[in-house]
Each structure stands twice: as structure tokens, then as C-alpha cells.
């Protein structure tokens, strides 16, 4: 059972920075492409970020600006830093691992943007 577990969630003011974790098993982290996700209440889940195992980034036009995706190949982990959040922005944040025919997920993490 592959494992990817998230950190960082909580509540933040509207303007209000967070830096989602995620750790990933290194079998994983090494080759798979690694994501953030959000899902908010009613709404589909929505990809958020990506990078690439060689570090290259795709990031949503919603948040292109104000989230940066990273990775630490130490420590077999991938970061999201989102910066200005907005109380729209309110939604469980998920880890993912892709590789071509293959999709892990997180348990997910909440984030609450609200005064």
C-alpha cells in the first residue's frame, strides 16, 4: 500500500500564507510526476500544480502567481506554498503520484480561508 501523507493544512486569513507537505515513498518520489489537488464542497476536484520528476511545473492559471509547487529529492518530499489565499480557496487540498497508468492519492488535507 503506497502511502503519501500531507501536512500543513489549517485555518488562514483571507491574504493569509500556508505551506502544504507531502512525503512520498522514494520508489515513488524518484520517477513519479507529483501534484497538488483541491476539492472544495460541491465542486470537482481541480488540479492545482505539478511537477515533473526532473523538476519542471505546471501550475493552474487560477493560482499561477501566489502557489509555487517545489520538491526536496532528499527528503522525498513535495511542497505547495500558496501565498494570498482567498476564502474562495477553501477546500481540501490532496497529494497525488502519477506515471502512466498509475495514480496515487493522498487522505487530503483541509484548508480554511476565512476572517
Known amino acids: 500500500q503506497v502511502q503519501l501523507v500531507e501536512s500543513g493544512g489549517g485555518l488562514v486569513q483571507p491574504g493569509g500564507s500556508l505551506r502544504l507537505s507531502c512525503v512520498a515513498p522514494?520508489?515513488?518520489?524518484?520517477?513519479?510526476?507529483m501534484g497538488w489537488y483541491r476539492q472544495a464542497p460541491g465542486k470537482q476536484r481541480e488540479r492545482v500544480a505539478q511537477?515533473?520528476?526532473?523538476?519542471?511545473?505546471n501550475t493552474a492559471d487560477s493560482v499561477q502567481g501566489r502557489f509555487t509547487i517545489s520538491r526536496d529529492n532528499a527528503k522525498n518530499t513535495v511542497y505547495l506554498q500558496m501565498n494570498s489565499l482567498k476564502p474562495e480557496e477553501t477546500a481540501v487540498y490532496y497529494c497525488?503520484?502519477?506515471?502512466?497508468?498509475?495514480?496515487?492519492w493522498g487522505q487530503g488535507t483541509q484548508v480554511t480561508v476565512s476572517s
Open positions: 522514494r520508489s515513488i518520489f524518484s520517477i513519479y510526476t
Open positions: 497525488n503520484a502519477n506515471f502512466p497508468g498509475v495514480t496515487y
Open positions: 511537477i515533473t520528476s526532473i523538476g519542471s511545473t
